[in-house]
């Protein structure tokens, strides 16, 4: 089935991989929610804020288009190959996942945590989405 996909996508020119094209979404917006977690905790400018939680509510919403064609991506170019990069990379999608969560809830519950603690669960987001990326470029180019 996963190879039929990839050899129909060849067949019309379509080479590439497809996790590379969606990693952008979750690890982006990582990235925009922790730069808006800052401003907030900077200026106390509660928009920027509710700028971080959409940035992760969209996160969240590509992580699991991404860990899909990251799977049949391993699965076709990899032949499944276990190694220690693809399960760190499977830990640190769980571990991103929840972290997106958890800065969801945090969010929702500002009133109840201090600004730094919202902060530093903006930038462990940002961490294991780093982590991830570093991972992934390990597998791609060594």
């Given at each position: ?10 067949a ?90 958890l ?27 780093t ?12």
């Amino acid at each position: 089935m996963i190879s039929t996909m990839y050899h129909l996508l060849e067949a019309v020119g379509f080479k590439h991989p497809l996790h590379p094209a969606m990693v952008h979404v979750p690890m982006g917006m990582a990235i925009g929610g922790f730069v808006f977690a800052l401003i907030f905790y900077l200026f106390e400018r509660k928009d920027f804020l509710q700028t971080a939680y959409y940035c992760v509510c969209l996160g969240i919403a590509g992580i699991f288009p991404t860990v899909l064609f990251g799977f049949t991506d391993w699965q076709y170019r990899f032949d499944g190959e276990w190694g220690f990069l693809i399960v760190m990379k499977m830990i640190f999608a769980v571990t991103l996942t929840i972290s997106f969560l958890l800065a969801v809830k945090f969010t929702r519950e500002e009133k109840e945590h201090s600004h730094l603690k919202i902060l530093i669960m903006y930038a462990i987001c940002l961490l294991f989405a780093t982590g991830l990326g570093f991972m992934g470029g390990e597998l791609q180019y060594g």
